[in-house]
Structure formats: C-alpha cells, structure tokens
T-cell receptor, first 114, second 115 residues
Framework: AQSVAQPEDQVNVAEGNPLTVKCTYSVSGNPYLFWYVQYPNRGLQFLLKYITGDNLVKGSYGFEAEFNKSQTSFHLKKPSALVSDSALYFCAVRDNRGNNDMRFGAGTRLTVKP | KAGVTQTPRYLIKTRGQQVTLSCSPISGHRSVSWYQQTPGQGLQFLFEYFSETQRNKGNFPGRFSGRQFSNSRSEMNVSTLELGDSALYLC??????????????FGPGTRLTVL
C-alpha cells in the first residue's frame, strides 16, 4: 500500500528566506504526488502535482516541488517566503497501479516570521 | 463553478446518536472521497465513491457508512456516536477515482462534536 511521510511537524522560516517542506513516499508502482495547503478552519487547497515528466513542478502562489525518484522524495519549496504562507501543508500520494485511495502525510506546520 | 459544499458546517451530538453529513461535489465531478481530520490522527481516509459505487474504503468500523447518488452528491452516516468521533469531516471531489491522477478539491468540512 502507498504511504507518505512528512518528517517535520513544524518548519519556521523568516520572511524573505527560502523555505522547504519535506515529503517522502512509498508506492508499489509509480507515484502521483500532490501538495495541499490548509488555512485555519478551512478545507485543503490544491497547490501542485507531479504525474510524469519534468521533475520540477511549479504550482500556485510561487510554490514548486522537486520529484526525486532515487530518494523517493517530493519536497515543497519556495524561493522567498511570505508571512501569508503560514499554514498547514500536506503531501499526498496515489499509486498509479490499480484502484487505490489517496494517502496524506501527517502535515507540516509552516510559520513564516516577519 | 461552485466549489464543493458540505452541510451542515457544525454539528453537536451526544454519544449514541447517529449523524448524516452531506457533500455536493463540483459540477461534473463523479468522484467523492471522505476524510476524518483530528489533531492526533491527522487526515484519515474513510471511503471513496465513483458513479454511485464505493471504490475504496479506509480502516474504520462499520458504524461509518456512506453512499453516492446519481447526481454525484454523497452522504456519510455515523451511527452510535462515540466521543472519539469528534472531528472535522472533509469531503473532496475529483474527476476520476482509484487510479486517477486528478487532484481533489476539498469542501470546508463539517465540524462534528460529540458530547
């Protein structure tokens, strides 16, 4: 079965600095990978996804993620963090083999300080 | 296009009662998934429906059930409520299901409190 891990519960960065939120995954086949963001008392919002092709995926709000097959990772990045980026970030994976559900990581709380 | 809507937004029930939550997907989306979100367990998959058929089911007891109607709207039911069922229940819709690479669009959730 597919699974995903977010090794950091919390990430703190200063505004203007680059940020990275880490994600590693495990699947039997090839992965479909997703990043979502959740603001307080809201549902999740889709940021970006990797299906196939270019390992660097660009998404909403200036976020990007790099797919690394050898390290089974899909880290979320942004060159310059904003205070408004402070939120809960979830990585998710779906195995491209067979009929299966989407699995979410435990989430990483990003805090960007002015 | 209207987003995913969930009703009600907030519910307070007592132990032993049952509850039904409703989800209306984005127009044209045929897949609906349900998740339970709690501070301790994070996002846990409940079930996924596609074209009125349950395609996947998470590891939850039989007290949790769901269904999908021909217009893709979905309901989930929790019977004999327990204190531990207090959570944010999120519904998500997408174009496909199972092996699909389509992203999911989430509703705002229903906050269930069991007293």
């Amino acid at each position: 079965a597919q699974s995903v891990a977010q090794p950091e519960d919390q990430v703190n960065v200063a505004e203007g600095n680059p940020l990275t939120v880490k994600c590693t995954y495990s699947v039997s086949g090839n992965p479909y990978l997703f990043w979502y963001v959740q603001y307080p008392n809201r549902g999740l919002q889709f940021l970006l996804k990797y299906i196939t092709g270019d390992n660097l995926v660009k998404g909403s709000y200036g976020f990007e993620a790099e797919f690394n097959k050898s390290q089974t990772s899909f880290h979320l990045k942004k060159p310059s963090a904003l205070v408004s980026d402070s939120a809960l970030y979830f990585c998710a994976v779906r195995d491209n083999r067979g009929n299966n559900d989407m699995r979410f990581g435990a989430g990483t709380r990003l805090t960007v300080k002015p | 296009k209207a987003g995913v809507t969930q009703t009600p937004r907030y519910l307070i029930k007592t132990r032993g009662q049952q509850v039904t939550l409703s989800c209306s997907p984005i127009s044209g989306h045929r897949s609906v998934s349900w998740y339970q979100q709690t501070p301790g367990q994070g996002l846990q998959f409940l079930f996924e429906y596609f074209s009125e058929t349950q395609r996947n089911k998470g590891n939850f007891p039989g007290r949790f059930s769901g269904r999908q109607f021909s217009n893709s709207r979905s309901e989930m039911n929790v019977s004999t409520l327990e204190l531990g069922d207090s959570a944010l229940y999120l519904c998500a819709s997408s174009l496909g299901a199972g092996f699909s690479y389509n992203e999911q669009f989430f509703g705002p959730g229903t906050r269930l409190t069991v007293l």
